[in-house]
């Protein structure tokens, strides 16, 4: 018997939408900004912008999968 994982949550490199306001004592990003994930810890995900700016440790509930409709172009 083989262990299959589910793909139910984020992985580092992914890009997505912050879901809330994330904030830090440096500055924050506002809900809805474009992020990737550059790392995952047992505090939540690690945030970078396409700046450079990053925060670390926002808990796991911070960031939401980018839905978008697909146009077909014919």
């Known amino acids: 018997m083989a262990y ?3 793909d139910n949550g984020f992985q580092a490199g992914d890009i ?3 879901s809330r306001k994330v904030d830090s004592y440096a ?3 506002e809900k809805g900004t474009l992020v990737c994930i ?3 810890s047992e505090r939540g995900y690690d945030l970078e912008d396409a700046h450079g700016n ?3 440790e926002t ?3 911070s960031v939401e999968k980018i ?3 697909r146009k077909n172009h014919t």
Do not use: A, P, S
């Open 4 to 6: 299959i994982k589910h």
């Open 16 to 18: 997505v939408l912050t």
């Open 27 to 29: 500055g924050y990003f």
């Open 38 to 40: 550059v790392n995952i």
């Open 54 to 56: 990053r925060i670390t």
């Open 59 to 61: 808990g796991f509930d």
């Open 67 to 69: 839905e978008y409709e």
